[in-house]
């Protein structure tokens, strides 16, 4: 009955304090590590959606609006405080749909052809019910800019009180991108949710080790990578990237991709370690997973190779030693 007790009165301690609701501080609370005090936990959820890429199609539009709201339904039932989809979730705009000399060539994009007011009524039932769930919700679409620019390939970052948070636009874009579909981004993006920090990465990003490691300079406990995937998918290379970038980097990856490429490349999170702490199904078909994203202050590899990237070596460097200076001699 005391240990109750003390629950309760830590849950309403922090509702009163950030303004949740009862059930959104249990939730942080019962996730919340004891046994260190700056050790903080989040519960994330990763997806695979279906691929939408006509936005002249006002049905599939609709489709992946209803699409990403079933599936954070799941993601809240599963406990998820947080749930990452892919790039484009909403649509993502083929390259010959939109080239204004296509198909058979592809040009600049002719944005006119997109159901932008379509898109929004589906922006804005994904917001309200990300407020209802109290559900943070980070998913991909296009956004538009005022013309004649280019739109941006982003990630909307939705708060649990159905606010747009912030927003993170690609900035490493393919050569098509940049040639004749978006405007690139310019800036790194955070935010927090319970503590965690999360960073943002997009498209082909996950190529740019630089990305990632600005990221680790910005403390960030994971990074959300959303992609539409590659092709061709036999030996795809941003799964493997992944694992090496949350190793190198001490942190938390959430890769996140559509559900065509899951026979082989299936959506996961990587933990700190360089392996998958979990995936989704490899059966082609929209899915999620969900794993608690933990960070551990006493582990040294972070802090070590923070030391390490900095001058550590410059004093410990031997000069003037002709053993050292030739490289022709054994």
Not at 142 to 162: A, E, F, I, K, W
Not at 219 to 231: N, P, R
Request: charged share 25%; aromatic share 8%.
């Amino acid at each position: 009955m005391t240990q109750n007790g003390n629950l309760k009165r830590r849950v309403r301690a922090r509702a009163a304090k950030t303004g949740e609701s009862y059930t959104a501080a249990l939730r942080h609370v019962r996730q919340s590590p004891p046994d260190h005090p700056d050790a903080r936990s989040v519960r994330l959820a990763v997806t695979q959606t279906s691929l939408f890429n006509d936005p002249r199609d006002i049905s599939g539009l609709r489709a992946s609006g209803m699409e990403i709201r079933r599936l954070m339904r799941e993601a809240h039932d599963a406990g998820a405080r947080i749930v990452h989809f892919p790039e484009g979730a909403t649509c993502s705009p083929n390259k010959r749909i939109m080239s204004e000399t296509g198909p058979e060539d592809i040009g600049p994009s002719d944005w006119k052809r997109f159901e932008w007011a379509i898109l929004r009524e589906e922006l804005d039932a994904t917001s309200k019910l990300a407020r209802e769930l109290e559900l943070w919700t980070v998913f991909g679409s296009v956004h538009q800019l005022t013309p004649p620019h280019r739109p941006h390939n982003s990630l909307y970052v939705v708060s649990d009180r159905g606010t747009l948070a912030t927003r993170y636009d690609e900035r490493m874009l393919s050569n098509t991108k940049i040639s004749f579909m978006y405007a690139p981004g310019r800036i790194p993006i955070t935010f927090d949710v319970d503590r965690v920090r999360f960073g943002c990465a997009l498209g082909m990003e996950a190529h740019y080790p630089e990305i990632f490691t600005e990221y680790e300079e910005l403390d960030v406990d994971c990074v959300l990578f959303s992609t539409t995937g590659e092709s061709p998918f036999p030996v795809p290379a941003f799964p493997a990237e992944v694992l090496g970038h949350a190793a190198s980097n001490s942190y938390w990856v959430s890769f996140s991709a559509h559900a065509r490429q899951s026979v082989t490349a299936p959506s996961g999170i990587a933990s700190p370690d360089g392996q998958w702490a979990v995936q989704c199904s490899r059966d082609g078909a929209p899915s999620l997973a969900v794993v608690d994203i933990k960070t551990n202050p006493r582990h040294p590899a972070r802090p070590w190779r923070r030391l390490a990237r900095s001058d550590l070596y410059i004093t410990h460097q031997v000069s003037s030693d002709p053993r050292s200076d030739s490289r022709k001699a054994f």
